[in-house]
Every structure is written in C-alpha cells, then in structure tokens.
C-alpha cells in the first residue's frame, strides 16, 4: 500500500496541534511528557516541530491524558487556524 502525501492543509493541522502541545506542555520537560504519554521523546519531538503531522490517533488520545488537556481542545487546535490557547486555558 502506498501512503499518499500529505496535503498542505494537513502539514499545516500538524503544525497547529505541535503549537497546542507546545504549550499544554508549559514547563514540564519533553522527556517528562514523553514517557507519561508512552511514547518515545523523538516522536514527541517530531509532533511538535510539525515533523510527524499526523500522529496516531491513540498517541493524540495518551498525550491528551499527559498534558490533562482535553481532547477536544486537541482536535480543535488540528482543525482551525485558531492560535494555541495559554496552558491556563487549556
């Protein structure tokens, strides 16, 4: 099966929900993050710069419960142009 490419419109959702994560991340460490949401810190990392756009929906969902920022919120952040909320917020 071959994967077809992404669209701009996705590479840019991917960026967006790195931004969101970003920021529910405040000051905790991306290692800290990463092993609560039980991923590798490199595939954290890579969500975050926009370099893997589309994660896995089960990784969105283990971050989701990371952060304790609703998913809702996550999903929102992938589908508009609307900036990352303060961590406050979320």
Do not use: C
């Not at 929900?17 to 460490?29: E, F, M, N, Y």
């Not at 810190?41 to 089960?58: Q, S, V």
């Amino acid at each position: 099966m071959v994967r077809q490419p992404l669209t701009a419109e996705q590479i840019a959702a991917g960026q967006r929900l790195g931004a969101a994560l970003r920021v529910a991340r405040a000051g905790r460490s991306l290692v800290e993050v990463a092993v609560a949401a039980g991923i590798s810190p490199e595939t954290l990392r890579k969500i975050e710069t926009g370099r893997l756009p589309a994660p896995a929906f089960g990784t969105v969902v283990s971050l989701s419960r990371a952060l304790d920022v609703p998913l809702t919120d996550l999903a929102d952040a992938w589908m508009t142009n609307a900036p990352a909320r303060e961590a406050s917020a979320l």
